[in-house]
């Protein structure tokens, strides 16, 4: 009966085709949308893998509109979370005429904040320059006229601009029922709206932060559902390891000594010597600053706690740290009742000294609790620390130091998220994982053993795009190893006679930033005679360098990792992308090492079972940026030898959309100047026999 239903609904003649523009019955959308719903109706997992086109957004959207329960969808970033609850559920929901209440949920970062814009407007230093005058001045009018003080709804401000940390409010210096805005507080308003609402729109960053502080005690972020839907699920892994991990910057403890210093100054003079304690506070940050200058010596400027340099001199610094952040926070709650300005900066000052003490712990060759080890709890022998991470075996956790010119930050993370993630999960709710790339060549294990959801039901279902006629694989001969110092050039030079060739847009992308520049460089020696633009990150933030991208129509756009996915650029706009090297993760990395490690010890083979999957789930998004629509067309280059000249190589691949494949460059060239109805005539892929 409710499979008749969703067939109606996503027919030829139904809702979606009459109010929809554009709209085209799909049978992959149809019966995605049935198993969606029999998951729901079981109270199951379910992996989906819906190629691009297929119409993922629709079919989840669809039978949870029709369910009547409460659902909660969680999409990869506010951009998506935005788009979905702006235009997609609108157009649903008119062409449905369903009634149903929708609520967008971000956090709390999101919302401006009425006390603490109050306090700045106040606060005669607090502005930086001309710009932030005239910013806060916008904000001013926006708090007063926006029902929801979302600042996404104020693009007069940029996303990016340094005065929102200013008038916001963070977890610690909220002062909750004790604000004299709570009645008019936007966060507040979103979260009871949330909890009435029948659909709740958040993002994986808010899901993983209300994860991480169940782990804590603390379950009133997000409400209860009777499904949950991810949208972009590959992001999953990624984020919810940056979320149950910890981060602590110097930054912050500064910050925190100088909010106290303000506080106890203004409510609380004469009471303690607060300007001591903040000084003091103050140099043990910058003396741990100094004696972890040697990490920044270090490739990439990390060090793993047990690879610190001169570790003696950073572990006593770190421990004056530590009780110098002691003395504030002690002397801040002997005073945290006399005005919420001090509560807030008490709060702060704990939180801090919780993460630092859990950071540091077990020390450098301890292994008792007398010597100051995590207890199983992972709580501080004075209760004031949290569940690290929710892990209490220190050994699933990986520690470690950056150090930059400008920032030291104490990172940890935990080796392992599949516990936490599925032990979410309460008996009965159904969830549903969605993306275009969750299986390396229809194997769904690699997702499924990072998030521990191993007994879920894994289904794919192909795009309904003709990519053998719609696109190109070039693989170019004679290129040097990646490895090689002059790949990088030689790869630019190889894309100079594809980039004149092609009408449309160009984009680059690079595994390194450092190789972003260089390209980048490189185009533009070599294009010296066109009036092409040429971009590259860093220029500009994200969303303005595609807004810039889209309207040229033929520009070349060079961008690293934050460009490989989510980017949705139809038609002659993007004709051409070249990707440099095959995305293996860099070695150096903390989590990924100790992970391998991990694997290794088990028995295991690291590059077979996490470092191949990964690259191969990674290129597969890549290469998606090309083909958006129907009538889209282009080349996908990939300068990396590799994908042909190594075993594995098949493997990656493989895994990508089943374009023609060649490695002549005539044929590429030919194929951007005439755009093929049919290119079913292209060449295979041809093996270049080489050694590394």
Same mark, same amino acid.
């Given at each position: 009966?409710?499979?008749?239903e969703?067939?109606e609904?996503?027919g030829p003649? %139904?809702?979606?085709?009459?109010?929809l523009?554009?709209?085209?019955?799909?049978? @992959?959308?149809?019966e995605?949308?049935?198993v969606?719903?029999t998951?729901?109706?079981?109270?199951g *997992?379910?992996?989906?893998?819906?190629g691009? %086109?297929?119409?993922?957004?629709?079919?989840?959207?669809?039978?949870?509109?029709?369910?009547g329960?409460?659902?909660l969808?969680s999409t990869?970033?506010?951009?998506l979370q !935005?788009?979905?609850?702006r235009?997609?559920?609108?157009?649903?929901?008119a062409?449905l005429?369903?009634?149903?209440?929708?609520?967008?949920?971000?956090g709390?970062?999101?919302?401006v904040?009425?006390?603490?814009?109050?306090?700045l407007e106040?606060?005669?230093?607090?502005l930086?320059?001309?710009d932030?005058i005239?910013?806060?001045r916008?904000?001013?009018?926006f708090?007063?006229?926006?029902d929801? =003080? !979302?600042?996404a709804d104020?693009?007069?401000v940029?996303?990016?601009? !340094?005065?929102?940390?200013?008038?916001?409010?963070?977890?610690?210096?909220?002062?909750?029922?004790?604000?004299p805005?709570?009645?008019?507080?936007?966060?507040?308003?979103?979260r009871r #709206?949330?909890?009435?609402?029948?659909?709740?729109?958040?993002?994986h960053a808010?899901?993983m932060a209300?994860?991480?502080?169940?782990?804590e %005690?603390?379950?009133?972020?997000?409400p209860?559902?009777?499904?949950?839907?991810f949208?972009?699920?590959?992001?999953?892994p990624?984020?919810?390891?940056r979320f149950?991990g910890?981060?602590?910057?110097?930054?912050?403890?500064?910050?925190?000594?100088?909010?106290a210093?303000?506080?106890?100054?203004?409510?609380?003079?004469?009471?303690v010597r607060w300007?001591d304690?903040?000084?003091a506070?103050d140099? @043990?940050?910058?003396g741990?600053r100094l004696?972890?200058a040697?990490v920044?010596?270090?490739?990439? =400027?990390r060090?793993?706690?047990?690879?610190?340099?001169?570790?003696?001199?950073?572990?006593? +610094?770190?421990?004056?740290?530590?009780?110098?952040?002691?003395g504030?926070?002690?002397?801040?709650?002997?005073?945290?009742?006399r005005?919420?300005?001090?509560?807030?900066?008490?709060r702060?000052?704990?939180?801090?000294?919780?993460r630092?003490w859990?950071?540091?712990?077990?020390?450098?060759?301890g292994?008792?609790?007398g010597?100051?080890?995590?207890?199983?709890?992972?709580?501080?022998?004075?209760?004031?620390?949290?569940?690290?991470?929710g892990?209490?075996? #220190?050994q699933?956790?990986?520690?470690?130091v950056e150090?930059s010119?400008?920032?030291?930050r104490?990172?940890r993370?935990?080796?392992?998220?599949?516990r936490?993630?599925?032990g979410f999960?309460r008996?009965g709710?159904?969830?549903?994982?969605?993306?275009?790339?969750l299986?390396?060549?229809?194997?769904?294990q #690699?997702?499924?053993?990072q998030?521990?959801?191993?007994?879920?039901e894994t289904?794919?279902?192909?795009?309904?795009?003709?990519?053998?006629?719609?696109g190109?694989l070039y693989v /170019?001969?004679?290129?040097?190893?990646?490895?090689?110092?002059?790949?990088?050039?030689?790869?630019?030079r190889?894309?100079? /006679?594809?980039?004149?060739?092609?009408?449309g847009?160009?984009? *680059?992308?690079?595994?390194?930033?450092r190789?972003v520049?260089r390209?980048?460089?490189a185009?533009?020696r070599g294009?010296l005679? +066109?009036d092409?633009?040429?971009?590259?990150?860093?220029e500009a933030?994200?969303?303005?360098?595609?807004?810039r991208?889209?309207?040229a129509?033929?520009?070349v756009?060079?961008?690293?990792?934050?460009?490989w996915e989510?980017?949705? *650029?139809?038609?002659?706009?993007?004709?051409l992308?070249?990707i440099?090297?095959?995305?293996?993760?860099? /070695?150096?990395?903390?989590?990924?090492?100790?992970?391998?490690n991990?694997?290794?010890?088990?028995?295991?083979?690291?590059?077979?079972?996490?470092?191949?999957p990964q690259a191969?789930?990674?290129?597969?998004?890549?290469a998606?940026?090309?083909?958006r629509?129907?009538?889209?067309?282009?080349?996908?280059?990939?300068?990396?030898?590799r994908? *042909?000249?190594?075993?594995?190589?098949?493997?990656?691949?493989?895994g990508l959309?089943?374009?023609?494949?060649?490695r !002549? @460059?005539?044929?590429?060239?030919?194929?951007?100047?005439?755009?093929?109805? +049919?290119? @079913?005539?292209w060449?295979?892929?041809?093996t270049?026999s080489?050694?590394?």
């Amino acid at each position: 009966m409710l499979n008749d239903e969703l067939a109606e609904i996503f027919g030829p003649d %139904g809702p979606l085709a009459r109010q929809l523009p554009g709209y085209v019955p799909r049978a @992959a959308q149809l019966e995605l949308a049935q198993v969606i719903r029999t998951t729901l109706d079981g109270g199951g *997992v379910l992996i989906a893998e819906a190629g691009t %086109g297929t119409g993922k957004t629709w079919a989840y959207l669809v039978p949870a509109f029709l369910s009547g329960s409460k659902v909660l969808v969680s999409t990869g970033t506010r951009t998506l979370q !935005d788009q979905l609850f702006r235009r997609d559920i609108p157009r649903l929901r008119a062409a449905l005429a369903l009634p149903a209440d929708v609520a967008l949920l971000k956090g709390r970062g999101n919302y401006v904040c009425h006390y603490h814009l109050e306090r700045l407007e106040q606060d005669e230093r607090g502005l930086k320059s001309r710009d932030e005058i005239d910013q806060l001045r916008a904000i001013r009018r926006f708090a007063r006229e926006s029902d929801c =003080g !979302d600042r996404a709804d104020l693009p007069a401000v940029p996303e990016t601009a !340094d005065i929102w940390s200013r008038v916001t409010s963070t977890r610690e210096n909220c002062l909750g029922q004790d604000c004299p805005h709570v009645r008019d507080c936007f966060v507040l308003k979103a979260r009871r #709206h949330a909890q009435d609402a029948d659909v709740v729109v958040v993002n994986h960053a808010l899901f993983m932060a209300d994860l991480a502080l169940r782990e804590e %005690g603390i379950t009133d972020l997000l409400p209860e559902t009777q499904l949950v839907v991810f949208d972009e699920a590959h992001q999953l892994p990624d984020t919810a390891t940056r979320f149950l991990g910890q981060s602590l910057s110097l930054h912050q403890i500064l910050d925190c000594a100088r909010q106290a210093e303000a506080a106890g100054l203004a409510h609380a003079r004469e009471t303690v010597r607060w300007s001591d304690l903040c000084q003091a506070l103050d140099a @043990a940050a910058r003396g741990l600053r100094l004696a972890s200058a040697p990490v920044g010596r270090l490739p990439g =400027g990390r060090a793993t706690f047990e690879q610190i340099p001169e570790a003696d001199a950073f572990d006593q +610094s770190l421990d004056r740290l530590m009780q110098a952040l002691d003395g504030l926070a002690e002397s801040l709650g002997t005073q945290e009742e006399r005005h919420p300005d001090l509560a807030a900066a008490a709060r702060t000052a704990r939180d801090l000294r919780a993460r630092l003490w859990q950071w540091a712990h077990p020390v450098r060759g301890g292994d008792a609790v007398g010597q100051g080890a995590v207890p199983a709890d992972g709580v501080a022998p004075d209760g004031s620390g949290p569940q690290a991470g929710g892990e209490a075996d #220190h050994q699933a956790a990986v520690r470690w130091v950056e150090h930059s010119a400008h920032s030291v930050r104490l990172q940890r993370a935990p080796l392992s998220v599949a516990r936490i993630f599925s032990g979410f999960r309460r008996p009965g709710q159904s969830w549903v994982l969605a993306s275009a790339t969750l299986s390396v060549r229809g194997d769904f294990q #690699h997702f499924q053993r990072q998030l521990g959801l191993g007994d879920a039901e894994t289904r794919i279902w192909a795009s309904p795009f003709d990519y053998p006629a719609q696109g190109l694989l070039y693989v /170019p001969q004679g290129l040097p190893w990646p490895s090689d110092p002059g790949f990088t050039d030689a790869f630019a030079r190889a894309l100079l /006679p594809l980039v004149d060739a092609c009408a449309g847009g160009v984009l *680059v992308l690079c595994t390194t930033l450092r190789a972003v520049d260089r390209v980048a460089d490189a185009l533009l020696r070599g294009m010296l005679a +066109s009036d092409r633009p040429v971009m590259r990150q860093g220029e500009a933030s994200r969303g303005v360098l595609l807004e810039r991208f889209r309207a040229a129509g033929n520009a070349v756009l060079v961008g690293s990792t934050s460009f490989w996915e989510g980017i949705d *650029v139809p038609g002659d706009a993007l004709t051409l992308v070249a990707i440099d090297k095959l995305p293996f993760a860099p /070695p150096d990395d903390p989590v990924l090492e100790a992970r391998l490690n991990v694997c290794r010890a088990e028995g295991g083979n690291p590059f077979m079972e996490y470092q191949l999957p990964q690259a191969a789930l990674l290129l597969k998004q890549g290469a998606g940026r090309l083909i958006r629509s129907e009538t889209d067309w282009g080349v996908l280059v990939v300068g990396d030898g590799r994908l *042909v000249d190594k075993p594995y190589g098949r493997l990656l691949w493989q895994g990508l959309p089943p374009f023609a494949r060649t490695r !002549d @460059a005539g044929v590429a060239l030919d194929f951007l100047a005439n755009p093929p109805e +049919s290119a @079913a005539g292209w060449l295979p892929l041809a093996t270049e026999s080489r050694t590394s």
